[in-house]
């Protein structure tokens, strides 16, 4: 069973940097794509960015250049690093791993 859990999320200016982790229970953590969505409020829930087994990245155009998403397989986490936010970056942020295996979600907010 993997139970991701999140963290790192709080409050912050604009322009400010935040740092998610996902911290993953199990053993499938390093053979599996880790995904971080987030869900604004009366929004749908939206992929921010993904990153493979092997390393490969992808980004939602929006966070392209701000964002910085990598792995610790020796660690069963997965990061999010978030730089220059704005305000509609404000969201809870949700790491998945796999296909099924969800966190509870962080708080982010961006605002001054």
């Known amino acids: 069973q993997v139970r991701p859990v999140e963290s790192g999320g709080g409050l912050v200016q604009p322009g400010g940097s935040l740092r998610l982790s996902c911290a993953a229970s199990?053993?499938?953590?390093?053979?599996?794509?880790v995904g971080w969505y987030r869900q604004a409020p009366g929004a749908e829930r939206e992929l921010v960015a993904f990153i493979s087994s092997d390393g490969r990245t992808t980004y939602v155009e929006s966070v392209k250049g701000r964002f910085t998403i990598s792995r610790d397989n020796a660690k069963n986490t997965g990061y999010l690093q978030m730089n220059n936010l704005k305000s509609e970056d404000t969201a809870v942020y949700y790491c998945?791993?796999?296909?099924?295996?969800w966190g509870q979600g962080t708080q982010v907010t961006v605002s001054s």
């Open positions: 998945r791993i796999g296909v099924g295996f």
């Open positions: 199990g053993s499938i953590f390093s053979s599996s794509g």
